[in-house]
């Protein structure tokens, strides 16, 4: 587990929520869809605004500055085909929801 964080406890992130954390000294926004977890960077591609105070439907997050959205699941932006989020994986052992410290690499 050197490669991830402890950032918070599976059962304050209920189905449905999105919350920013921390990851070492990056900030992420983590989300629960349906029972799975899924991180992205916080920060939208429009103008920065902070994702995990976004308002999450199903797999989709709304940025609450401006309304971009995202797909939690793979960081894709719905204004733009060709814009991503970074996304991060996560998991789960004994309650506590770690982040890995490092993005995936698209395509993986």
Known sequence: M???VKVAKLEDIPRGVAVTVHVGVRTVAL???EGTL???DNSCHHLGG???EGSLKGSLVTCPWHDWQYDVRNGACLQSGSLFLKVF???VE????YVAA????RGT
């Open 2 to 4: 050197d490669d991830y």
């Open 50 to 52: 902070p994702l995990g």
């Open 102 to 105: 490092q993005p995936k690499v």
């Open 89 to 91: 994986d996560v998991k």
């Open 94 to 97: 004994k309650g506590e929801i």
């Open 38 to 40: 899924y991180a992205t």
């Open 31 to 33: 989300f629960n869809v």
